[in-house]
């Protein structure tokens, strides 16, 4: 398997044990392929969910870029929820992983399609 398999596997391992969540693969694939090269960086690939200005970076580059939201306080109210499903005291939140709840959130998968 490539490093990028094994990541998926890691990721699905995390939505599966941490959040109680089984993955649809096709779409955690494409999540965690539409990250790019930020999964192999050891900060990049980490959202640190006690980082005020690291969840306003979550909520304009992904939330208002990529699903073309529009800014709101649900957007945010997303974001805490999904940390708070992964679970505050996991050191190590996947950004792949955070990704994919908020479109499993917001129902875009089809940004994904």
Do not use: W
């Not at 939201?69 to 190590?92: C, F, H, K, W």
């Amino acid at each position: 398997m490539s490093k990028r398999d094994d990541l998926i596997a890691l990721y699905a391992e995390d939505l599966s044990s941490k959040c109680g969540m089984q993955a649809d693969m096709d779409l955690l694939t494409k999540v965690t392929i539409g990250c790019g090269p930020a999964i192999y960086n050891d900060d990049a690939s980490t959202v640190a969910g006690s980082q005020e200005a690291e969840l306003e970076t979550v909520k304009n580059n992904f939330l208002i870029k990529k699903l073309g939201m529009s800014d709101s306080p649900e957007l945010m109210d997303a974001i805490n929820s999904v940390m708070t499903t992964y679970g505050q005291s996991n050191r190590n939140k996947y950004r792949a992983v955070v990704y994919y709840m908020l479109v499993k959130h917001f129902g875009k998968e089809s940004v994904y399609g």
